[in-house]
């Protein structure tokens, strides 16, 4: 966080010329210790660098490290921008299915993964050629979508059927739809223990799946309305934003039980984590800003103005940028560490 030190000197009379002297020699001590001292703290300041415009309420972002290209899906205009990360420019807008909703993909195979919450579909797009490879039917309202990328399966929540849909990443085929929560939102999947979380927007839990199962192991209760699920692999700890108590539940993905809940801004929805500063960021959607989260603490680094309504956050490890789609203002805001 960007410290601001403030140094508000008051006139005073002195007797003498001795103790001016005296009070300006203090001064400086302190201007320079203060210098000292900045330089030796690590810098946290985040700022927004760029605002790119895309097309009709993005939603959903995600990020290939390997190719530095930015996906978003825009609900309203029916599309899927790509966008350079490198000039922060829009390489292409393709027409994709009837309100595009999540994100998510496969660097190993740099294939795109989006949901499509009015045709009850997800869409594979090819990263090389940025075309459609096909169409997969799933569930009632997909919505959240992530990848396991060591074993290719794709998990899609289905909120109006209250389950998931597995999908083979190979061959594009469906595996099986394992019943969750009420209204399940967000999903992410740790890789290293091969669990599934899933944000249950209404039954106000987060279900815990074996990916090597396909079997629910456990139901936590989280906060009110909880919405989106990032994870981080190293510390196995598990983010769920809980929209209507305006907070994130931690948890401990050893143990299943929440570990802490951290107050963020108003209306939290999309959540990332960079899992090599440990930062979690957390896109406040009726604050219109972003909430950076330090996870050795649990504490509140800072808060980042961007655009209206936030929804999806994704980050690039490799160039510690943070991508932010803006639903009302139709951007997203780039923010660098």
């Not at 993909?105 to 989006?114: F, G």
């Not at 931690?250 to 090599?276: Q, R, S």
């Not at 800003?289 to 929804?311: E, K, Q, Y």
């Amino acid at each position: 966080m960007k410290n601001q030190f403030a140094l508000s000197l008051k006139e005073k009379n002195t007797n003498t010329r001795k103790a001016s002297s005296h009070l300006l020699k203090v001064c400086r001590l302190l201007a320079s210790l203060v210098l000292l001292l900045g330089a030796s703290i690590p810098a946290y300041a985040q700022t927004v660098v760029a605002t790119i415009p895309v097309e009709g309420g993005p939603l959903g972002v995600a990020v290939n490290e390997k190719t530095n290209r930015i996906y978003v899906a825009n609900v309203h205009s029916d599309t899927f921008s790509v966008i350079d990360g490198v000039t922060n420019a829009l390489i292409t807008t393709m027409g994709i299915g009837d309100g595009p909703f999540g994100v998510a993909l496969n660097r190993k195979t740099n294939h795109i993964y989006v949901t499509n919450l009015g045709s009850d579909t997800i869409s594979v797009i090819d990263g090389a050629t940025n075309t459609l490879i096909t169409t997969i039917g799933v569930g009632d309202d997909p919505s959240g979508v992530a990848v396991n990328e060591k074993t290719n399966c794709i998990y899609v929540t289905n909120g109006l059927s209250d389950n998931i849909s597995v999908i083979d990443g190979a061959t594009n085929t469906l595996i099986t739809i394992i019943p969750v929560g009420i209204a399940p939102a967000g999903v992410a999947v740790n890789e290293k223990t091969n669990h599934i979380y899933v944000a249950n927007s209404v039954s106000d839990t987060a279900s815990v799946i074996d990916g090597a199962t396909n079997t629910l192991i456990t139901t936590i209760p989280v906060g009110d309305s909880p919405s989106m699920v990032a994870v981080n692999k190293k510390t196995n700890q598990i983010y769920v934003t809980n929209n209507y108590s305006n907070d994130v539940s931690v948890i401990d993905g050893a143990t299943n039980v929440i570990a802490t809940t951290l107050a963020v801004g108003f209306g939290p929805e999309g959540v990332a984590v960079n899992e090599k500063t440990n930062r979690i960021y957390v896109a406040n959607g009726a604050g219109d800003s972003v909430s950076v989260i330090d996870g050795a603490t649990n504490t509140l680094i800072t808060t980042i103005p961007v655009g209206s309504s936030p929804f999806g956050v994704a980050v690039n490890e490799k160039t510690n940028r943070v991508y932010v789609a803006n639903v009302a203002s139709n951007t997203v805001s780039v923010i660098q560490e």
